[in-house]
Every structure is written in structure tokens, then in C-alpha cells.
């Protein structure tokens, strides 16, 4: 559509500068000749980089004059069987706004997305989240390199680390409407602060990448931005390939050591504080099959993911003043399928579980404390997408987290998104 209207602005303006030649003196002949050539080199300039483009590893590049530039609405009706506000997960410190949401009717976060290739030599994205309480929040503001060499890429700001296989995926792309128990209980919902990242993706057939990234140490399960601002390194190994035409294959593994400096969780005005280190390790998989590899019609996808962590240091419930030594161990992980059954249908279920380590007498009746039980809950979805931009979701959790309590959750989602919008990552 854009070529074709830029093809008849040049037509119309060609047609105006030849009248005009015509009707001038011919001693303004050349310099007419000229305008016209320099007219002509703009359009192709525009012709040529003035088109939306994705690359091939997902990003919407848009053109050498305006940034792509998108827009994600999401809402919910949610209904709980249980009270949200007594919500918890016995044996784990639960970072802020990690519950299961908002009984009701509620507007979930909108993401506002620019980005563009800089140059030839650097990639910028910039996504803004825009909270229902009407606070506008900075996801991620990074640039990315085009051309290090090598297979390396560099990246800088503030992004969502590559630390297992759902954690840099944002939210309107999930399978289900809320994310797994384990990245609820040891993630905080999703890792993402101030910090940089070198990639590596080796020269082979089969797809290898190795990573390096170290974070200011602000969010969660870090804390405090200890060692001076470099409290959190991440390191990660992707694998993948191709089973014959119709399947693929991804898994990783991935260690993130975190210093945490009164890490603070729980009641705001009281909250129970961390300090020690906390090291968190991820191995995660994920399968696709789709006949000849064309998933428009039908496909199945399957993944898992398994984290287990170790903290050590000290633990102060609700700000007493008197920090108790701890060490402990936490796991957890999920598996779960998505079916496309006909075009545009898909059906999904899931399965959670957590399990945390017996505390010493002095940590009983905190939260710390698992107190035998170890938290479960079962999903199941079924969404339709009218095209890639408009997504409807129905979703029932049976919720098992408290202790002696069943959580029957319903919800209605829908996600649409606006404007250029780059391709999701595998």
C-alpha cells in the first residue's frame, strides 16, 4: 500500500517538475535535470528501506525513518473460590504481584513496543508497561549489535534475561493466561533488570548458544543491587535442531547466582527480609510437530521446565530486628501440551508442583515453612485466534498451593495486539 503511494506522489510530483521545465527558460534546464535525479534517488531510498521488515530471529526492524511501533491490550474476568488476599505458597518468600490476580473484571498490563535497527550497526527496543493503576513502568529499554562477528551479539539496558526457555517471553505470548508455580515461587513471575549480555551461537548445523549476563541485582530473588551494582550473573547453553520435516527440538540449562541485600517479601509495612546469596539452576525442553513443519493447520507443542535452588544466609521475619540463620533448598518445575486442533483452535493443559525443605525449629510458623505440604495446581485452556493479532482464552485452574485448600480458578482473557509486531522467538 505504502509503495503505491509513494509511486503516485512521484508521479505527481515528476508531472509538476517536467511543466515546470517546460514552461522555464532553458538556461534552468540542468538545474531542473538535477532536481529531478534527486528526487527520483529519495523515492528509491524509501521504496527500498521505507517497508516494515521482522528479522529472523523475531525483531520488527520497521524503517530508516520511524520505529516499529506496537500496542498490547490485555483484560480478564477472573473468579477464585478462595480469598486472593490469603494467598501464599508455604515454603516460599513471594515477591510483589505474584498472586493469582484480581477477582473480577480487570484490565491486565498494556505494553506500548518501539523498536528499530539504529543503524547497521546496532538494534534498539523500548517496551513500556502500563499498569491498571495507571503507572507506566519500564520493561525493557536495550540495544542489541548487528554485526560483532563471530556469532557474537552484545546487549545493554534493561531487558528480561534468557535464563530458562519461558522467561524472556512476554506475557501475551504465553500458552496460558498466568505463568507456571515455579517462576511465581523463584523468579518473582519473570527475571528482568539493569545489566548486559554477550551470545554466542556456534558455526553448525546443530543450533548451539552459549550466554553470559550480569545484572544490577535489583529485582527478584536478588536484592539491594549488592556487590556494588553486580549482583546477579547469569550464565545459559541452548540446544536445538530439526527431527526430520515435521518436528523440532529445543532444551537449555541455566545457573543464576543472585546476592541478595535485605531482600524484602511479603507484608509492605513488614516485610520479611533476606540477605545471603541464592543460587537458582533451570533445565528446560521444548518439542514441536507440525505436519511437513507447517503449524498453520495443525500442530503440538510440547515443553518442561525443572529449577531447583539453594539460599544461604539470614532470614528476618516481618523486621524483628533478629535475623535467623538459614540454608535451605526449594524446587519445582511444570510440564505442559498445546494442541492446534483445527486452525485457529487450540486446547492446552498443564501441570505444576513445588517442594521446599524442612526448616529448623527456630523458622516454624514462618513462611519458610512448608509445613508438609507441597503446592500443586492442574490447568486447562482453550483459546481461538481469529488471526495473529486477536486471541479470546477460557482457562480453569485447580489450585492446590495452600495447605488443605482447592482453589477453583476460572478465566476470560483476550489479547489483541496493534501496529508492526515482530515475530515470537521459538
Not at 11 to 25: N, P, Q, R
Not at 44 to 63: H, I
Not at 151 to 175: C, E, P, Q
Not at 375 to 396: C, G, K, N, Y
Request: aromatic share 10%.
Amino acid at each position: 500500500m505504502r509503495s503505491n503511494l509513494l509511486s503516485v506522489a512521484v508521479s505527481t510530483a515528476l508531472l509538476a517538475v517536467s511543466f515546470a521545465v517546460l514552461g522555464a527558460d532553458m538556461s534552468d534546464h540542468a538545474r531542473h535535470e538535477q532536481q529531478l535525479q534527486d528526487l527520483d534517488q529519495r523515492v528509491r531510498a524509501l521504496e527500498s528501506g521505507g517497508q516494515s521488515k521482522t528479522t529472523t530471529d523475531g525483531k520488527s526492524t520497521s524503517n530508516a525513518f520511524n520505529p516499529a511501533i506496537s500496542l498490547i491490550l490485555d483484560g480478564t474476568y477472573s473468579h477464585f473460590s478462595q480469598n486472593v488476599d490469603t494467598y501464599g505458597l508455604p515454603g516460599f518468600p513471594l515477591a510483589a504481584e505474584t498472586g493469582p490476580g484480581k477477582q473480577g473484571l480487570s484490565l491486565g498490563e498494556s505494553e506500548l513496543v518501539m523498536s528499530a535497527n539504529i543503524d547497521d550497526k546496532f538494534y534498539g527496543s523500548f517496551t513500556a508497561a502500563l499498569t491498571p493503576e495507571n503507572e507506566v513502568e519500564v520493561e525493557e529499554a536495550f540495544f542489541e549489535t548487528l554485526a560483532l562477528g563471530g556469532g557474537f551479539t552484545a546487549k545493554a539496558g534493561r531487558f528480561l534475561s534468557s535464563i530458562g526457555y519461558l522467561n524472556s517471553v512476554h506475557a501475551h505470548a504465553w500458552d496460558f493466561v498466568d505463568q507456571p508455580l515455579a517462576y511465581r515461587a523463584l523468579l518473582g513471575g519473570q527475571y528482568g533488570d539493569d545489566g548486559a549480555q554477550l551470545r554466542w551461537v556456534a558455526p553448525t548445523d546443530l543450533f548451539i548458544a552459549l550466554g553470559a549476563e550480569l545484572f544490577r541485582g535489583d529485582s527478584f530473588p536478588a536484592g539491594g543491587a549488592a556487590r556494588d551494582g553486580r549482583g546477579t550473573r547469569v550464565a545459559y547453553l541452548k540446544m536445538g535442531g530439526d527431527l526430520g520435516a515435521t518436528a523440532s527440538w529445543l532444551a537449555g540449562v541455566s545457573r543464576l547466582d543472585a546476592e541478595a541485600d535485605n531482600r524484602a517479601t511479603g507484608d509492605e509495612t513488614a516485610p520479611d527480609l533476606f540477605t545471603g546469596t541464592s543460587k537458582l539452576t533451570i533445565a528446560d525442553v521444548v518439542w514441536k510437530w507440525a505436519p511437513d513443519g507447517n503449524p498453520k493447520r495443525t500442530y503440538v507443542k510440547l515443553q518442561a521446565e525443572y529449577f531447583w535452588r539453594d539460599e544461604d544466609g539470614t532470614f528476618d521475619p516481618a523486621s524483628s530486628g533478629t535475623p535467623l540463620d538459614y540454608r535451605g533448598s526449594q524446587q519445582g518445575g511444570y510440564v505442559q501440551g498445546v494442541y492446534q486442533f483445527i486452525p485457529r483452535w487450540r486446547v492446552g493443559l498443564r501441570y505444576d508442583r513445588l517442594k521446599a525443605d524442612a526448616v529448623d525449629a527456630a523458622l516454624a510458623g514462618t513462611v519458610l515453612d512448608s509445613q508438609g505440604h507441597h503446592p500443586t495446581r492442574v490447568s486447562a485452556m482453550i483459546d481461538w485466534s481469529h488471526s495473529e493479532f486477536s486471541r479470546l482464552r477460557l482457562q480453569f485452574n485447580r489450585d492446590e498451593s495452600r495447605a488443605e485448600t482447592t482453589d477453583n480458578q476460572w478465566y476470560l482473557q483476550y489479547v489483541m495486539s496493534l501496529g508492526a509486531h515482530g515475530a515470537h522467538a521459538y
